[in-house]
């Protein structure tokens, strides 16, 4: 277990470095000189010069590549253009609006996806089955800008039930945390039912069956203890999508989090803290995947040898 | 069920929504009543068409009492649809029933046939009518989105033929009207014609879609042979490689791309292909380890072709299933993903008729006019439907467990 | 009486390292030493049982991976120095037949193009490759209308006479034949074994037949090696080996071959004890003296190696 973890740690690593060379090289990608675009065409020279030496782009390349990897490796991500602030500051005090919001998402998506998943594949092909199924084909296919303003029509506009517009209370995370959650309900149902289904066929569990278990303990006692493993491992990939969901989710909801920030910084063309939102996001995944991954293999030895 | 047959059913029943609200506009008599008749009827019509789609599959008259209690399902998700309907357009006027009739015909239909055969299917094989195997269901879920698909690619190729109006035209007094006989799905905004923004923004949702999945499976399927093929040193830095990109979830280096590059079409393209190939090649690397020991390709090998023919000949062609169906479901995702770019304002640029940009345009105006969002997401939902139908069936169509019957 | 190939001390281990440091952490040794020559236009059998290396030697021979070290001459000539031209002119001469027909043959292409297409690669013109295809097909016993066929459409011993034409239409002069009817039924077994028989007489080449099945590599092969662990143990030409086998191993084999009746039988047989090792621990000196009825004390100390006796009769035993 410990050299896998090793194992995975180097290779964390060597991810890191790679995420952080690209987000690096971003700002080299720009069409024309990033220092006109960020500033605009009218600015003055003066000022322009100011920024090129702030952000280091007078130097050679490769003596800025250096600076900003030891600059992230110090916790210093730049600094932002107009406020002038540290790009970690400002990321940080966006973090718990993120979180939050993904904490719904994901409450959400485990409250609907276990109860739809597990009584799907208790009577498959059956009536709730079959509805289950087809609800979550269509979660899985709707897209979350699509979903977002038809809960808020329905849900704040035509109802008037639920608040729809900005963070505050328990009331306002309602409706951004189901368009966020809703895929990823859908996505982990059928893996529930699947997985489930899959562990249902195998001998032990009728080998429980005969020594005359009740079905809700066969289902609830053996069969989800052993298919939960795959299920973890779908509930750590999505939040991978739900970083990513959460961009547009929050623009729908104008929820003051990680992604409204990117945007903002990709609007006001503030180069250095998109790179920074970038860098912080992506590192959250990588960790989280990481996690998954050593959850995953400690449950499941097989995994470790390969 | 063939294409022809499920085409045959859908223009039917797309003609006969037409025809009827044609004879209550001629007839012109009183909105109310003529709703009600509608509904009624255009149900007793679905009815009729799943009844036929059933037999399909039956051939025998007992089953046809399962068969009833889903009719009255139908019926009940018909009735809501219609409500929904009235409540999104207040029937001032027939034009409006008319609307909401080939509104009903155009989206409607093909999901609550489909719906329903899988329900009565599904009901049979609980009632031990028939066994799993005997349903052609993922044929016709294949054929059930290749049909949409193909319905939407004939539009986007005569878009200018099909739309009724210039997508580019500005006309702000009739900004955010809603629907009427000439313009049939509302006006934006800018008083641009909704419908045929939809009908040319088919293009770019298509073109992104297929532009991206080209590109990246025939560089992912030749990365994937190589690295799978020859192993050792390229395979390690191809899959550390694939190790980085896939650190970014989901869209956040596309969104990192477009932002830097601008918002551009092509840019779109760029950057979600710099992704697309990442997924194709660690798929048909792990094929290829799968293929790669057994003894036909032993066999290429020691016949004295060529290590690049032994790849497309012999590997390729055996491992093709799962990259089509992941093909599939790839394009789904891509126009997903171009919507949600285009609805960040990071893709098409504004002004191009673009659905997800549509969109994000409409939910500004969200409270007077929900007209203006509901048609573009429901058109991309329906794009990306199909596609994932096409992807669904094919899977269990082409997964080896089946595929001896 | 030419050797057509020539395999001297040949070697092969596989080892497996750590995924960062590439420090070994386990080692196999398949083939540890093997000397084998194949004559012209001669069968040459090598039995052994699953895991002793002999299917390793087929895939070295066909240069699918290469020798740790050693060996493997054709014609005199080194096939390690061969390469882009004469790689393919090695496999013009030297082909092989699999075990499993039903992994054999490529299932998306029809038989008409996995046959022609050794024709075509090298050099034939399409309608050379339809022809030759076609007379092949007739040669090996299947009808003409099979070539618009795919694999799946034929059974198994079909398939195997679809991999014999495929492996023969480009006249090699040495087949490999890596156990090529232990997939198949009994009475298809032996005509599959007809059919190659028929086929050597016609064509003239040599084959290396590879199998487990003592008593069929000695009805038709002209001389035979067993293998043990990665070596060989005897070779002689095929009726003397079954009579006058003198390693203890061979013995032991002999005498593991069931016996129809009973009151011949006797309680004598010394059969096998334990399990074969496998190659992460070959044991120290002859292979065999965990379980040999014959050990002494040298055989744990010093490895034999094979010595002549009679003409071509040969043991690596240190009792004789």
Same mark, same amino acid.
């Given at each position: 277990m410990l050299a896998y973890i090793t194992k995975r740690l180097i290779l964390l690593i060597f991810v890191l470095y790679g995420v952080g060379t690209i987000v690096f090289f971003l700002i080299h990608m720009i069409p024309g000189d990033p220092v006109d675009i960020m500033?605009?065409?009218?600015?003055?020279a003066a000022d322009k010069d100011e920024l090129r030496k702030n952000l280091g782009l007078d130097k050679p390349v490769l003596t800025q590549y250096v600076s900003y990897l030891s600059g992230v490796v110090r916790g210093d991500l730049g600094t932002s253009i107009h406020s002038r602030e540290k790009v970690l500051d400002e990321i940080l005090e966006r973090v718990p609006a993120s979180f939050e919001l993904m904490c719904g998402a994901m409450f959400i998506a485990i409250l609907i996806a276990f109860p739809l998943g597990i009584l799907s594949a208790l009577k498959p092909y059956g009536f709730t089955d079959t509805v289950s199924m087809t609800v979550s084909f269509i979660g899985i296919s709707m897209p979350n800008f699509w979903l977002g303003p038809i809960l808020i029509i329905i849900f704040a506009i035509e109802l008037d039930w639920l608040p729809a517009n900005e963070r505050g209370g328990f009331f306002n995370l309602i409706l951004p945390a189901i368009t966020l959650g809703t895929a990823m309900a859908a996505m982990l149902s059928r893996m529930i039912r699947s997985s489930l289904l899959e562990v249902l066929g195998e001998d032990f569990i009728k080998n429980a069956r005969a020594r005359g278990l009740s079905e809700k303990k066969v289902v609830l006692k053996h069969a989800m203890r052993n298919s939960m493993i795959p299920v973890i491992t779908i509930i750590g990939l999505q939040v991978g999508v739900l970083l990513s969901g959460a961009i547009i989710t929050e623009a729908i909801f104008d929820w003051p989090g990680l992604g409204s920030l990117l945007l903002d910084g990709i609007n006001e063309r503030n180069y250095p803290l998109v790179q920074g939102c970038i860098l912080f996001i992506a590192s959250i995944y990588v960790f989280v995947n990481l996690i998954t991954d050593i959850m995953y293999a400690y449950a499941d030895p097989r995994v470790r040898l390969q | 069920m063939t294409l022809k047959n499920v085409f045959e059913k859908f223009t039917l029943s797309y003609l006969f929504g037409i025809v009827l609200a044609l004879i209550i506009y001629i007839v012109d008599i009183n909105l109310k009543i003529s709703s009600v008749v509608l509904i009624l009827s255009a149900t007793l019509y679905s009815c009729t068409t799943y009844g036929k789609f059933h037999r399909y599959f039956?051939? *025998?008259?007992?089953?046809t009492i399962v068969l009833f209690g889903f009719s009255i399902i139908n019926l009940t998700i018909q009735i809501l649809m219609m409500l929904i309907f009235i409540k999104v357009y207040p029937i001032e006027d027939p034009s409006k029933v008319i609307l909401i009739n080939i509104g009903v015909s155009v989206f409607v239909h093909p999901v609550i046939i489909f719906l329903s055969i899988i329900l009565a299917e599904k009901q049979l094989i609980r009632k031990g009518f028939i066994k799993n195997e005997d349903i052609p269901n993922n044929k016709l879920k294949k054929d059930m989105g290749l049909f949409i698909v193909i319905l939407f690619v004939v539009i986007a190729l005569l878009a200018p033929l099909i739309a009724t109006h210039d997508p580019k035209v500005i006309n702000l007094p009739e900004s955010l009207n809603t629907p009427t006989l000439d313009h049939i799905m509302g006006q934006d905004q800018n008083g641009s014609d909704i419908f045929s923004r939809i009908v040319h923004g088919a293009r770019i949702s298509l073109f992104t879609g297929l532009t991206v999945v080209f590109i990246s499976s025939v560089v992912g399927i030749f990365l994937g042979l190589v690295s799978g093929f020859y192993g050792g040193l390229i395979d390690t830095v191809l899959m550390r490689i694939v190790d980085v990109l896939l650190a970014f979830p989901g869209l956040l280096l596309a969104i990192a791309i477009v932002a830097v590059m601008g918002p551009h079409i092509l840019n779109v393209v760029i950057a979600l292909s710099v992704l697309g190939w990442v997924s194709f090649a660690r798929l048909v690397r792990g094929q290829v380890l799968a293929v790669k020991e057994r003894e036909f390709v032993y066999a290429a090998r020691t016949s004295g072709q060529s290590d690049l023919r032994v790849m497309f000949m012999h590997i390729l062609p055996n491992i093709m299933s799962p990259v089509i169906v992941q093909a599939t479901f790839s394009i789904a995702g891509v126009i997903i993903a171009e919507s949600s770019l285009s609805f960040l304002g990071l893709g098409a640029p504004p002004g191009t008729p673009s659905w997800g940009l549509m969109l994000s345009e409409g939910t500004k105006e969200l409270l007077d006019a929900p007209h203006v969002s509901i048609f573009p997401g429901a058109a991309i939902m329906l794009l990306v439907i199909a596609f994932n139908f096409i992807g669904d069936g094919l899977r269990d169509l082409l997964d080896p467990k089946t595929e001896k019957k | 009486m030419t050797d057509i190939l020539k395999i001297k001390d040949l070697t092969k281990h596989y080892v497996q390292k750590s995924a960062f440091f590439k420090k070994e952490t386990g080692r196999a040794n398949v083939l540890n030493g093997v000397d084998l020559t194949i004559i012209e236009n001669e069968i040459s059998g090598l039995i052994g049982e699953s895991g002793c290396g002999k299917s390793t030697i087929a895939k070295l021979i066909m240069m699918l991976e290469e020798s740790s070290s050693g060996t493997i001459s054709f014609r005199g000539e080194d /096939?390690? %120095?061969?390469?882009g031209r004469g790689k393919k002119n090695y496999y013009k001469n030297v082909q092989m037949i699999f075990q499993d027909p039903y992994s054999s043959?490529?299932?998306?292409?029809k038989v008409k193009n996995i046959i022609g297409e050794m024709i075509r690669i090298n050099g034939g013109s399409k309608r050379d490759a339809l022809l030759k295809t076609k007379e092949m097909l007739c040669e090996t016993g299947l009808?003409? %209308?099979?070539?618009?066929?795919?694999?799946?459409?034929?059974s198994g011993g079909q398939r195997q006479r679809i991999a014999i034409a495929r492996a023969l239409v480009v006249r090699p002069k040495l087949l490999i034949a890596d156990e090529p009817v232990s997939a198949l039924d009994l009475a298809l077994q032996y005509k599959i074994i007809d059919l190659l028989l028929t086929l050597k007489a016609k064509y003239k080449f040599s084959i290396l037949y590879i199998s487990h099945d003592l008593n069929s590599v000695a009805k038709f092969c002209d001389n035979v090696s067993v293998m043990y662990l990665g070596k060989i143990m005897e070779k002689a030409s095929a009726d003397k080996l079954l009579k006058e086998g003198k390693h203890p191993y061979l013995k032991a084999l002999i005498e593991s /071959?069931? /016996?129809?009746?009973?009151?011949?039988?006797?309680? *004598?047989? %010394?059969v096998i004890k334990g399990e074969i090792p496998g190659p992460h621990n070959i044991p120290v000196g002859c292979p065999f003296h965990p379980r040999c009825p014959e050990r002494m004390a040298v055989c744990d100390q010093e490895i034999p190696v094979l010595k002549g006796i009679e003409g071509d009769h040969a043991v690596s035993c240190h009792l004789f």
């Open positions: 500033l605009g065409d009218s600015a003055v | 039956l051939n *025998k008259d007992e089953k | /096939i390690n %120095s061969v390469s043959l490529n299932p998306r292409m009808e003409e %209308s099979a070539m618009d066929k795919y694999p799946h459409e034929f /071959i069931p /016996i129809k009746d009973p009151l011949h039988r006797t309680d *004598k047989r %010394s």
